[in-house]
């Protein structure tokens, strides 16, 4: 839903915000629920709505500028406005990349089993940087499996590969099947200051 869209309907100004307006107490009282999948569509919905509120406070202020302006002012503050969208566009869609980067990564971390909270944010930071050498396609990163293999080299505690797992369940194992020693129950033990037993000496 875009400013454009709603006023190519015929909405004026007013209307448009009142449109917003009801979108984000939707949004607001959809946000008690525990559903991951609709919790993201909700942060989704948010952060589109704030992105359409800034646009249409641009170009509020860019229109307030017209007044008795030249066409060639006009112009000028036309084709500054349009910039203005263009990085505003970028920035948003950016933000809705980093945080799918962040989740899906979330989501990795788990599937290998790094537990470090220290070392997830910093793989997280060093994957999602420009010369990480990761591409980011089709929502996922390509590479990945190699940087967590390099990253392992330098950490080898950093997580198990699948032989490690299957080392330690193996080992695991073994110590449980060693034998246990028990002592003997109370009842077999010598009373305090009774005298010792001697025994017999065979020659």
Do not use: H
Request: hydrophobic share 35%.
């Amino acid at each position: 839903m875009k400013t454009e869209e709603l006023t190519a309907l015929g909405l004026t100004e007013d209307q448009v915000k009142a449109v917003f307006a009801m979108n984000g107490k939707d949004v607001e009282a959809a946000k008690k629920t525990n559903d991951p999948a609709l919790q993201k569509q909700i942060e989704t919905l948010t952060a589109e709505r704030d992105n359409l509120d800034g646009q249409l406070k641009a170009a509020n202020a860019t229109l307030a500028k017209f007044g008795d302006n030249t066409p060639e002012s006009m112009q000028a503050e036309i084709e500054k406005y349009k910039t203005q969208m263009a990085d505003k566009e970028k920035e948003f869609k950016a933000q809705l990349t980093a945080r799918d980067q962040s989740d899906w990564l979330d989501k990795k971390m788990e599937e290998y089993g790094v537990s470090s909270p220290y070392a997830r944010a910093a793989l997280k930071n060093e994957c999602m940087s420009k010369d990480s050498g990761l591409t980011w396609k089709d929502n996922s990163f390509y590479g990945f499996d190699d940087f967590m293999k390099a990253a392992k080299t330098k950490d080898p505690a950093l997580y198990q590969t699948e032989d490690e797992k299957k080392s330690a369940e193996k080992q695991a194992k073994l110590e449980g099947n060693k034998p246990t020693f028990v002592a003997p129950l109370d009842g077999n033990k010598p009373a305090e200051g009774a005298p010792k037993k001697e025994i017999p000496k065979v020659w």
